[in-house]
C-alpha cells in the first residue's frame, strides 16, 4: 500500500472547507471521511500486484561499456486494468552513476488479460556478473490516491565482459603476423626455422632459398617458404593478488592486464598456436585450457569476466607450481604481474629458475603514467621531492626488470595503453627469433 | 489464457497469511504487555480510588460521614468547580474544601473572598503552608508534622470537648488571631483551629488531617463525632473537591494566550493541514523497493607509496636522498645519449669527459660535476634550482 501526493493534496485543500466553513471535529470528519472513503475504493479498484505473471528475456552478456537491453514481460491475469509504475532493480554499478533512477522506472499500462513488454537499458560500469534485484510495481486505481505495491523476484544474469579495448591493435599485427608466415604478396622470405612448402620461383625471390633438388626433380625452379613455428603453447598467466589493484588512470591493473592478454591470445590463436589462461593469487581463480582457436577468445573473456583484485600477498612459488603443472610441454610463459621490487626479488625471483629451466618467459607490468607525470614536476618544493620519489621507483623499476632480464626474462614495462600492442610486439619478436 | 494459467508466481511479497504469521508473536506480546498494565492499574489504583469522595465506599472514601449526616437531615452536594462552590456558599451552608493544596493561587484568593463573610462555615481539610495564609488568614502551618495521630482536644470549643480524643495528627497550625481556637495540641501546636469571621456569625476550621472524615477510620476515638459536629453545624453541606478540568483553574486577569486570539478556523484549518503533513511524508516516505546492495571494489591508487614517500621526503627534509635520485636518473639518461654505457653512468671520470665532448659549447668542467656528482643541496630552493639545472642540462644534450 502507497499513497500518493494527490491524496495528501486533496487533504491539503481541505483545510480550506474546515478552516472557512465549519472549524471543528465536524468539518474535518466531513473533508476526511470522504478521502478515506475514496482512497479505500482506489484501493479496491486497482489491479492487485501479487497475481501478475512475469517473465524476462534479453541479453545475457555484453562487454564493458556497451549497453545491454533486458526485457520484462508483464501479464495481466486480472479483471481490472493495471496503471503502475514499475521499477527494476539492478546493482548500482549496472548503469551509469546519476542515470540509475530514470533508467530503471517505468510507467505502463496493460488492459486486462492482455500483456505488454518493457525493456530495460543497462549500462554496466564494471565488470563481472550483473544479477537482478526485485521488480517492484506500483498499481494506482482509477483515481490515483492509494496504490497497490508488491515486488515480484524474475532472476536474470547479465555478464560483464572485459571491454577489449586493445583490439583496434589487432589488424595492424595480424599484418605483422602474415608478414612473418611469408604469405604477403610482398613476397618477403619468410623468417622462422619451420620448414612450410615449396613454390614455384618468382622473380624477386631470394635465391638463397631455392631448394635445387627439388628444381631438379621439376621442370620448373622451386624455392622453399619457411614459416614460423605453429602449435606452440602459450600460458597466459594472471596475477590477480593485492598489486593487481592498484588503480592506474580509473581501472584496476588487472583490467590493463586482461585487456593486453585478450590481445595476445586473439593473436596467438590466429597464429596457430594454443593459448592457455591461468588466473592465481594463493589459489587458482581461473584456468582455461585446451580450447580450440575459434573457441578460446570467448572462453577466455568469459573467464576473465568474473575476476577480482584479491587483497592478498601472491604466493610466487605455488603460482610457478601450477603454472608447471599447466604447462606441461616447452611453452611461451606470460607473466601478467607487477615490477615492484619487494614482491618481485621476494616472491619470484627465487623460483624463476624452475620456470626458465623449461620455458620461455614473457614478464608484462603495468606502468603508471601518474609516476611518470610526477617525475617531470618541477617547479616548487612539493613537486621536486616527487619527482624525486617517481625518480627513485623507476630506477627501482629498471634495476628489477633488468634483475629479470639477466635470468632470460623477456620484460615488457608499459602503461595501460601501450601494453597490449607492446606486448602483442614482443610476441612477434619472439616468434620472428623462433624462441618459442 | 492457459499460459498464464501456467506461469509460475514470481511475487516476493509476503502474503497476508504470512504477514499474520510473522507478526503474531509481536501483536500477542503487545495484548500481554496492555492487559498486564490494564490489570496492575486496577491493582494498585484502589487504595487511592476516590479518596475524600462522600459518594465513595472505598477505605479512604468518605461515604459513612455523608450517609450519617444525612440521617442527621444535613443534604450533601459534591461540587467540582470553584463557581459552583463559591455559589453554595450561604449562612445555612458548610463549605468544606477537600483537597485545598490542589487550587492554584488565583483559585485560592477567589474562593476566600467569595465565602469570607458569608455566614457560613468553611472547613478547609489539611492544607499546606501556602494554601492556608490565602484561605484561612490569621492561621500559619508549621513545616514539622505531628508524630502522634490520635490527640486529645485540650480546648473550649464545645465541639471537640463532647468529641474527645480524634484521630486529627497530621499539619500543626498556630493561630495569630487571639480569638481563635486552637484545639487538639501536639507538642503544643494545635491541629485543628476555629476562626471566626470578623463579622456575622461563620467561621472557618482548620483540619490537621482528613482521618476522621474516612470510612475506615470514623469508627475509631472520637472520630465520628468531631466530623459530625463539625460538618453538622448547617443544613447544607457543599462538598468541593477541587479538579482539573475546571475552567477557572486558569486566571481570569491573565494575558490571554497567542491561541486564545487566534480565529479558531485558522486553528482548525491547520489541524487540517497537519493531517495533510502527515499524508505527504507517508506518500514520500514509501519506497518503490528497497535499495540494492553491492560489494565495491577495491580503490588504491597504484602511485600512492610513491606520493607517501615523496611526503616523507618532504617532511625529513631529505634534500641529500632527493637530489641523489634527481642526479642518478639524469646520469642514467645521459649516459646513453653521449656514448657511455649505463654501467659507467655513475662514474665521473667515464662520464663527465664525454659529455663535454658532446655539447656544443662545452661549459665549465667544474660546474658539471658540482652538478652532477656535487654535495647535497643546503636548501630547498637550491634543490628546485639543481632539479631544473639538470633539466636544461639533459635540453642542450639532447639539441642536435
Redesign the interface.
Known amino acids: 500500500m502507497a499513497l500518493t501526493g494527490r491524496a495528501a493534496l486533496l487533504a491539503a485543500l481541505g483545510s480550506l472547507p474546515v478552516g472557512i466553513w465549519d472549524p471543528g471535529w465536524t468539518g474535518i470528519l466531513a473533508v476526511n471521511a470522504p478521502l478515506a472513503v475514496a482512497c479505500a475504493c482506489d484501493f479496491a479498484l486497482a489491479a492487485p500486484v501479487r497475481r501478475l505473471g512475469l517473465t524476462r528475456s534479453g541479453d545475457t552478456s555484453v562487454r564493458l561499456g556497451d549497453t545491454a537491453d533486458v526485457t520484462l514481460t508483464i501479464t495481466n491475469p486480472t479483471r481490472r486494468p493495471l496503471r503502475a509504475h514499475l521499477r527494476d532493480a539492478w546493482p548500482p554499478s549496472t548503469w551509469l552513476p546519476g542515470t540509475e533512477v530514470a533508467a530503471s522506472r517505468h510507467r505502463l499500462t496493460v488492459p486486462a488479460g492482455e500483456r505488454r513488454r518493457v525493456t530495460t537499458r543497462l549500462r554496466p560500469t564494471r565488470r563481472g556478473d550483473r544479477q537482478s534485484d526485485r521488480v517492484t510495481i506500483r498499481s494506482y486505481g482509477p483515481l490515483g490516491l492509494l496504490s497497490r505495491q508488491g515486488t515480484h523476484t524474475v532472476p536474470w544474469t547479465v555478464r560483464v565482459l572485459p571491454p577489449f579495448t586493445s583490439r583496434k591493435h589487432l589488424p595492424s599485427k595480424l599484418a605483422r603476423l602474415r608478414e612473418l608466415d611469408g604469405r604477403t604478396s610482398v613476397l618477403t622470405r619468410g623468417e622462422g626455422t619451420e620448414f612450410d612448402s615449396l613454390r614455384e620461383y618468382v622473380p624477386g625471390d631470394d635465391t638463397r632459398s631455392i631448394d635445387w633438388r627439388a628444381t631438379a626433380r621439376q621442370t620448373t625452379v622451386a624455392v622453399r617458404t619457411w614459416r614460423p613455428e605453429r602449435d606452440r603453447h602459450i600460458l597466459l598467466v594472471l596475477d590477480t593478488g593485492r598489486t593487481s589493484a592498484g588503480r592506474v588512470g580509473d581501472a584496476p591493473r588487472l583490467d590493463a592486464s586482461m585487456d593486453a592478454a585478450l590481445l595476445l591470445a586473439a593473436l596467438a590463436s590466429r597464429a596457430g598456436d594454443r593459448v592457455d589462461l591461468l588466473a592465481y593469487d594463493r589459489r587458482v581463480r581461473a584456468l582455461v585450457q585446451g580450447r580450440t582457436a575459434g573457441d578460446v577468445l570467448p572462453s577466455l573473456v568469459n573467464a576473465m569476466a568474473t575476476l577480482e583484485p584479491e587483497l592478498v600477498e601472491t604466493d610466487a612459488r605455488s603460482l610457478t607450481a601450477t603454472a608447471l603443472r599447466s604447462a606441461p610441454r616447452r611453452s611461451l610463459i606470460v607473466l601478467l604481474t607487477t615490477l615492484d621490487a619487494a614482491p618481485v626479488e621476494e616472491g619470484l625471483l627465487p623460483v624463476l629458475s624452475q620456470l626458465t629451466q623449461r620455458h620461455t618467459i614473457l614478464l608484462a607490468s603495468v606502468a603508471d603514467p601518474h609516476i611518470a607525470g610526477m617525475a617531470t614536476a618541477r617547479g616548487n618544493t612539493e613537486s621536486v621531492y616527487e619527482a624525486a620519489a617517481a625518480a627513485q621507483a623507476q630506477a627501482e623499476r629498471h634495476r628489477t626488470a633488468e634483475q629479470l632480464r639477466r635470468h632470460g626474462v623477456t620484460v615488457v614495462d608499459a602503461t595501460p595503453d601501450d601494453l597490449a600492442p607492446a606486448l602483442a610486439d614482443a610476441y612477434l619478436a619472439l616468434k620472428a627469433a623462433g624462441r618459442l | ?1 492457459t499460459t ?2 501456467t ?1 509460475p ?5 509476503p ?1 497476508a497469511r504470512q504477514v499474520w504469521t510473522r507478526t503474531r508473536g509481536v501483536v500477542l506480546a503487545l495484548v500481554l504487555l496492555l492487559v498486564a498494565a490494564v490489570a496492575i492499574a486496577v491493582i494498585r489504583s484502589d487504595s487511592q480510588h476516590g479518596t475524600l469522595d462522600p459518594r465513595s465506599v472505598d477505605q479512604y472514601g468518605s461515604r459513612a460521614v455523608a450517609e450519617l449526616l444525612a440521617d442527621r437531615g444535613v443534604s450533601t452536594r459534591v461540587v467540582t468547580s470553584l463557581a459552583e462552590a463559591e455559589a453554595a456558599a450561604g449562612p445555612d451552608t458548610t463549605l468544606l474544601v477537600a483537597v485545598p493544596d490542589l487550587l492554584t493561587h488565583g483559585q485560592q484568593s477567589q474562593l476566600r473572598s467569595g465565602t469570607a463573610d458569608s455566614g457560613g462555615r468553611t472547613l478547609l481539610v489539611a492544607p499546606g503552608s501556602s494554601s492556608v495564609e490565602r484561605l484561612a488568614p490569621g492561621v500559619v502551618a508549621n513545616p514539622a508534622t505531628s508524630l502522634d495521630s490520635t490527640l486529645s482536644p485540650d480546648c473550649a470549643l464545645p465541639a471537640a470537648r463532647r468529641a474527645g480524643t480524634a484521630d486529627t495528627g497530621g499539619i500543626r497550625y498556630t493561630a495569630t488571631r487571639p480569638d481563635a481556637d486552637e484545639c487538639y495540641p501536639s507538642n503544643r501546636l494545635a491541629t485543628l483551629v476555629r476562626v471566626p469571621d470578623r463579622s456575622g456569625d461563620g467561621d472557618t476550621v482548620v483540619l490537621g488531617a482528613p482521618d476522621i472524615l474516612y470510612n475506615d477510620t470514623l469508627d475509631e476515638q472520637g472520630n465520628a463525632s468531631l466530623a459530625l459536629q463539625l460538618l453538622g453545624s448547617r443544613p447544607h453541606l457543599v462538598w468541593y473537591l477541587p479538579s482539573l478540568s475546571d475552567t477557572a483553574a486558569t486566571d481570569p486577569d491573565d494575558e490571554k494566550g497567542f491561541f486564545d486570539l487566534l ?11 497537519f ?3 502527515v ?2 511524508a ?2 514520500r516516505a ?1 519506497r ?3 535499495l ?3 560489494n565495491l ?11 607517501g ?3 616523507l ?2 617532511k625529513a627534509n631529505a634534500r641529500d ?3 641523489a ?2 642526479r ?2 639524469t646520469r ?1 639518461r645521459l649516459a646513453p645519449l653521449v656514448g657511455v654505457p649505463v654501467t659507467q653512468a655513475h662514474a665521473p671520470e667515464a662520464l663527465l669527459p664525454a659529455l663535454s665532448a658532446h655539447l656544443h659549447s662545452p661549459g665549465d668542467g667544474q660546474a658539471m660535476h658540482a652538478l652532477l656528482f656535487g654535495p647535497p643541496p643546503g636548501d ?1 630552493t637550491a ?2 634550482s639543481l ?2 639545472q639538470l ?1 636544461a642540462l639533459e635540453r642542450e644534450v639532447r639539441r642536435p
Do not use: H
Not at chain 2, 508466481?9 to 511479497?13: D, Q
Open positions: 489464457m498464464e494459467a506461469l508466481s514470481t511475487s516476493a511479497s502474503t480565529p479558531s478556523g485558522w486553528l482548525w484549518g491547520t489541524l487540517q493541514l493531517i495533510a503533513a499524508l505527504a507517508l506518500w514509501r518503490l523497493g528497497p540494492v546492495p553491492e571494489p577495491v580503490a588504491i591508487r597504484a602511485s600512492e607509496t610513491v606520493e614517500r615523496a611526503r621526503y618532504r636522498r632527493a637530489a635520485a634527481l642518478s636518473t642514467t630547498d634543490l628546485i632539479a631544473d633539466d
